[in-house]
């Protein structure tokens, strides 16, 4: 396993994932961590202007802490906050079927989206690893995930052929839908949306929109 060069040695406490305030997922140092991205709230009453910090623990964690500062230039406030262990604000498990930046990236929307009734509004954005475009698609996706929008051909299919799918694992966008064969089992189809694919373990099918058609075809002739 090929681990990315940012790697700590620390290891997390709880093997657990999420993003708000309310988990509990340690602490680490800052010297532990690398520089990830500045952001810069409105508040509506004030504007909050945060610098992220980020590491990848030993045990495959991504891990974020953050420092809260006076403008984007107060170095005073990161070397305040370097004098005692900052409590860990994310913990997500790191993919490795995914990119670095993949992994970021999803850390990052799950971190928005979560904490956005927390902190407010995002004004400023600036990271030297996540680039403007990139941010540009986080928040598309998450504007997506509000209005429950999900652009694929297959998930519309499963919709109007009433097998009811709903999401399994926003993490990796991953869904579960009533299976055709359902009077047999009660065990769901998997479907990936991004890559247009489903399978059903039980049943031992698999494949694409032209191969759930063709089941849901054979069914409805079996029935006749």
């Known amino acids: ?32 961590f690398r520089k990830l991205a500045f952001i ?4 509506g009453i004030a504007e909050a202007p945060i610098l992220y910090f980020y590491r990848i623990t030993d045990d495959d964690y991504l891990q974020w802490i953050d420092v809260f500062l006076d403008d984007e230039n107060d170095e005073k406030s990161i070397l305040e906050a370097s004098k005692e262990p900052l409590k860990i604000v994310c913990q997500y498990k790191y993919d490795y079927d995914f990119s670095f930046i993949d992994n970021l990236l ?24 996540i680039s403007n475009a990139h941010f540009l698609q986080i928040q598309k996706n998450i504007a997506d995930r509000k209005k ?3 652009e694929s051909i297959l998930l519309e299919f499963t919709k109007e ?10 993490k990796k966008g991953l869904y579960f839908s009533q299976c055709v064969n359902s009077e047999n089992h009660y065990l769901p189809i998997s479907i990936s949306p ?8 039980y049943c031992g099918r698999k494949g694409g929109i032209e191969e759930l058609k063709q089941w849901i075809s054979e069914k409805k002739q079996s029935k006749n």
């Open 1 to 32: 396993m090929t681990h990315h060069p940012h790697f700590s040695t620390e290891k997390a406490t709880v093997h657990k994932e999420g993003t708000t305030y309310k988990d509990d997922f340690g602490v680490g140092n800052i010297s532990d």
């Open 106 to 129: 999803i850390a990052f929307a799950e971190f928005i989206h979560g904490r956005s009734m927390y902190d407010g509004r995002i004004i400023q954005f600036k990271s030297e690893i």
């Open 148 to 150: 429950g929008i999900v």
């Open 40 to 43: 810069e709230y409105d508040l």
């Open 194 to 201: 991004e890559k247009e694919e489903w399978g059903c373990g």
């Open 161 to 170: 052929n009433n097998l009811f799918p709903k999401v399994h694992d926003a």
